[in-house]
């Protein structure tokens, strides 16, 4: 395949697109916002990046490279996208899935540790356990910035010979064609349509999705969750997870359940109060001190 025409430039849209352009195919990038637009399920200032993933062996080792690569794209772009503070899983059982996790590590010899809940007491500013049996850490796990990550990606791309057209795109009949909203047609050997959330409007004839509502908050925490080596965390059974606060940004606490259902095209509406509670809740729980904080700003 000498020509792709990739619409998207999500994660996984401009991660392809630096793969191939870099093995000198020639590669057209369309989307119809900026790389890191914060509409995208891969945009949004921070992701967690780690490798522990139950009993899937195949997740953890492309967890792993993922790691390896993003450590290469931030060495060719020369710039820092991924913080390695930690990850701490906090862990309600001793046979859960964090303890499918620390085996399926060791395994493959990713670094990890069991931690008594009394010391990982240390790893936070405040932390609660009273319900814990035991936090799993992965130091070299941690946060990646996950809107500066896919710009750069989209960059290393464009740098590599890769073309960015920013359009609305449709398909063009059965064909390896791509209407643009300026009346502009795209053929090449291929098209990977990467689209998240916007295939189903896309392709309604083929497939069926459901895109939901996940809000985000952020909350004054205070210098003590701005320092380095706050890790970010996650409360598997509980459906939450978080960081400290990254770039000012706050620290983030976000409710992991399905929220109501939200059009990939729909306007962004304001954050649900009961997802503040939700998060709020939570966080009287686990980290005391930040429940009565300040909601910095949400999304």
Known sequence: MDSVVIVGVGVMGASLAWWLAREGVRVTMVDQFEPGDRRASSGGESRLIRCSHGSDADYTASARRARELWRQIEADAGTELMVECGVAWFAHREDGWEAESLTTLARQGIPAERLEPEEAMKLFPSLG???????????????????????????????????????????????????????????????????????????????????????????????????????????????????????????????????????????????????????????????????????????
């Open 129 to 299: 356990v009273s319900d814990l049996a035991f936090v799993l850490h992965e130091p070299e796990a941690g946060v990646l910035r996950a809107e500066r990550a896919v710009r750069t990606l989209a960059g290393q791309a464009v740098a590599h010979g890769a073309r960015l057209e920013q359009a609305v795109a449709r398909p063009d009949g059965e064909s390896a064609l791509v209407a643009l909203d300026d009346g502009r047609r795209l053929e090449a050997d291929g098209v990977v349509w990467a689209c998240g959330p916007w295939l189903g409007e896309l392709f309604d004839e083929h497939l069926s999705l459901r895109t939901t509502r996940q809000d985000l908050c952020f909350f004054d925490g205070g210098p003590a969750w701005a320092k380095p080596g706050v890790p970010g965390w996650v409360d598997f059974d509980l459906a939450i997870y978080g960081t400290g606060d990254l770039d000012g940004h706050g620290v983030k606490a976000a409710p992991d359940t399905d929220g109501p259902d939200l059009a990939a095209s729909a306007a962004l509406p304001g954050i649900d109060p009961a997802s503040e509670r939700a998060a709020r809740d939570y966080l009287a729980l686990r980290f005391p001190p930040l429940a009565r904080a300040p909601l910095r700003s949400s999304r």
